[in-house]
């Protein structure tokens, strides 16, 4: 299973794009297996739903950092991450809400996801 997404977040952060607009590295990794998953990723779900206005980025990313670590989907993270970064989320609140979350989701859960916040905090 291809999962790196890692790739895109330096687009992000190399092109100083808006906020609005969220790129990722699918269409290069995923493109030829699945074109259609990938257009739903960026028009759908970067593309629409990240944007509506019933909440905000921020939120949105805080969101998606909870799912992805309550279900497990470490894999993910580090693309959140740095989006949760950009989304102006601090580092001491990611840790944060990491730790929220071991009491909810489990200590592996949580210890696998402070790994993840480490490597891209010190990258």
Do not use: C
């Amino acid at each position: 299973m291809v999962t790196n997404w890692n790739a895109a977040t330096t687009i992000i952060k190399e092109n100083h794009l808006s906020k609005k607009e969220i790129k990722s590295n699918i269409r290069n990794t995923l493109g030829d297996l699945a074109p259609a998953f990938v257009d739903y990723t960026e028009s759908v779900l970067f593309g629409d739903l990240w944007k509506r206005k019933n909440l905000s980025m921020r939120d949105r990313s805080l969101i998606t950092l909870s799912s992805l670590i309550t279900a497990g989907n470490i894999e993910q993270l580090p693309f959140h991450i740095n989006l949760a970064m950009e989304n102006k989320i601090k580092e001491d609140e990611i840790i944060e809400l990491i730790t929220h979350l071991a009491f909810y989701t489990g200590w592996p859960k949580s210890t696998s996801a402070l790994d993840a916040a480490k490597k891209v905090f010190s990258s």
